[in-house]
């Protein structure tokens, strides 16, 4: 195939303004504290952690506290909350790290613990740590006598921007990434930025790639200023505002489509193959974080979008260039395409067996319910592996 979208990659450079971050708060666009009420989950972009839990503790009558962590939350960032008063009375559970382990038989030691530690219908389960924590512990706390009230505490950027708002929760199971789940919003989700200080360099670019796909979703400012921030010395004060306008581009959606009937799959654009980059490299044992999938994802669907519904190339070229030069290739050749393409019959919007995608038509100006041929794909494929 001629690669011949990669070419314009040095045409119009889209540059970020920054008083367009001024814009946003003049127009409340962005508050600093964000307390928005999505259904029955509320979302606080926090100021002080500590105030801001012990006072979704207090919002969320219960008669026992429970704490979920994995072992490295545990030894982490557990003891940054050990002066809160409401907590000191907490059971702690804590459950082995990664998605390797957001399973069946973790969560059934979930629920084991909750139940030989006398939790009841009233009782509140807060989960401390990365989307792992964060999906099932939601989907131990939706099904725990038929659900229990639970807060989200999220510590790694992919978990305050994606897993830990918006209700979805779940495990992975046969094979299949979150195949198990329930929509059960938490009463509360705070953002502490703070953690994102220590977080290594691959889980920051993880949750990177579900920011810039809030942005390629929702306006060229924001998309803008996602491709132009320095990722090597991070200005935090710049990302807490940035993690807030991402969160609420989600939340907007979540809010007018909770059960991902119509415009929640517009969360999906870059999923379709990156959820299949991801299941291949999991079944090669080369397991890949699951926002490097998405990056690369992106890549394959604005091709799609270039060519299907009209996306300008340019726009492609800038987002393929930042995705290049910071998540690196994942590496497959022509004989993975077919199991490339069966592993996207499994995708949780197709129906009767066609495969949807959600594309773009330009940066906010979504095209749901698109359909492509196996041709088609396997040039989305061929593209990726030529510029990448
Ligand atoms: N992660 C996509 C969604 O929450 O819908």
Not at 20 to 25: E, F, M, V
Not at 304 to 317: A, E, I, R, V, Y
Not at 353 to 362: H, K, Q, S, V
Request: charged letters at 20%; hydrophobic letters at 45%.
């Amino acid at each position: 195939m001629i690669c011949y979208f990669y070419s314009f990659i040095r045409a119009q450079r889209y540059t970020f303004q920054p008083e367009i971050l001024s814009l946003w708060l003049k127009n409340d666009v962005l508050p600093l504290t964000l307390s928005h009420i999505m259904d029955k989950q509320e979302v606080i972009l926090c100021e002080d952690p500590a105030k801001s839990l012990e006072q979704a503790i207090a919002r969320c009558p219960h008669d026992k506290l429970f704490i979920l962590t994995d072992e490295h939350t545990h030894r982490l960032c557990l003891p940054l909350l050990a002066d809160i008063p409401a907590l000191q009375e907490a059971e702690e559970i804590i459950i082995a790290p990664e998605d390797l382990h957001k399973n069946l038989d973790t969560l059934s030691a979930v629920w084991q613990a909750l139940s030989s530690r006398g939790a009841t219908r009233h009782s509140l389960l807060i989960n401390l740590g990365g989307g792992m924590v964060t999906d099932l512990g939601g989907f131990a706390a939706a099904t725990f006598k038929r659900g229990i009230a639970y807060i989200n505490l999220p510590t790694t950027l992919l978990a305050m921007v994606d897993a830990a708002v918006g209700g979805k929760t779940g495990i992975n199971f046969n094979g299949l990434k979150n195949e198990i789940g329930a929509f059960y919003p938490a009463k509360s989700v705070l953002l502490e930025t703070a953690f994102l200080r220590t977080l290594d360099r691959r889980n920051f670019f993880s949750g990177y790639a579900e920011m810039l796909k809030h942005g390629l979703i929702s306006d060229t400012a924001h998309w803008a200023a996602l491709l132009n921030f320095d990722t090597m010395q991070p200005d935090y004060a710049l990302l807490k505002l940035l993690v807030g306008r991402s969160v609420q581009v989600k939340e907007n959606i979540v809010q007018q489509d909770p059960h991902e009937h119509g415009i929640r799959k517009a969360l999906n654009l870059g999923h379709t193959i990156g959820h299949a980059f991801e299941s291949l490299a999991l079944a090669e044992d080369r397991p890949v974080l699951h926002g490097y999938a998405v990056a690369w994802g992106l890549v394959c669907e604005l091709y799609l979008s270039c060519l299907k519904t009209g996306f300008p190339k340019d726009k492609m070229q800038q987002t393929v260039r930042f995705i290049k030069e910071n998540y690196g290739t994942f590496f497959f050749d022509c004989k993975h395409y077919d199991h490339l393409y069966e592993l996207m019959t499994h995708d949780k919007k197709n129906t009767a067996g066609i495969i949807n995608f959600t594309l773009l038509r330009e940066v906010g100006d979504i095209a749901l319910n698109q359909t492509a041929d196996k041709d088609t794909i396997f040039e989305a494929l061929d593209f990726y592996r030529e510029c990448m």
